[in-house]
């Protein structure tokens, strides 16, 4: 039973990724898009916030550096977390799928003439199929046709966690630049503006990623981090005029 793949089909597209480390590259893009959003809007909700009560520069650098080391843990531990569940749960499923093909080699290949047949062959194409997929690989045909698996694609949670915590902490670094290095007048109108503009992209990233509306995905994202802005820099402005 030989688990090896082609390089590519024959006639396919080389624009076309055709599941060949798909799920590998689909985790991290997302996992690191997501990470870059979220270090974006948290980082930026913190630093407005204390900005808009004090018009010192020590507490919002101590408190947008919590924001940015704090976040990115907790943003790469939870996509471990997730991602492992995942794993897990996809290494459960193989193993069963595994001990049916050794216990009931038959009842299985007739399972697998069934979902052909149920995909819209005829009898006799959906059983040439399944006998030439079994003798091939037994086990990936049945994990391709009844679970939606490949054996040799399964996400890898390390990969998740670190793209998370690396794209947290470059999206995390935009707000703080532009809080900490620009004059008190301007620099909250300033950080708006940026964050808007970096949430708009990773917006439309993580739309084409998914193969998404790009501008709905774009106004939503965009939305949800003005919300958080505007709340933050109205519950910072109602501390530093209590303060005050």
Known sequence: MSSSTPSSAPGAHPDEPHRQGLAQRLNWLRAGVLGANDGIVSTAAVVVGVASATSEVMPVLLAGSA??????????????????????????????????????????????????????????????????????????????????????????????????????????????ATILFLPHPARIVATFVAVLIALALTGYLAAWIGGASRAKAVIRTVIGGAIALVATFVVGSLFGTTVG
């Open 67 to 176: 924001a940015l080391v704090g976040g990115a843990i907790s943003m790469a531990l939870g996509e471990y977390v997730s991602v492992s569940s995942s794993r897990d749960t996809e290494h459960a499923l193989i193993a069963k799928e595994r001990r049916e093909l050794l216990e009931e080699p038959e009842a299985e290949l007739a399972e697998l003439v069934g979902l052909y047949e149920q995909q819209g062959l005829s009898h006799a194409t959906a059983s040439l199929v399944a006998e030439e997929l079994t003798q091939k690989d037994a086990l990936k045909a049945h994990l391709s046709i009844e679970l939606g698996i490949d054996q040799d694609d399964v996400v890898n949670p390390w990969h998740a966690a670190l793209a998370s915590a690396i794209a947290f902490f470059v999206g995390a670094l935009l707000p703080m």
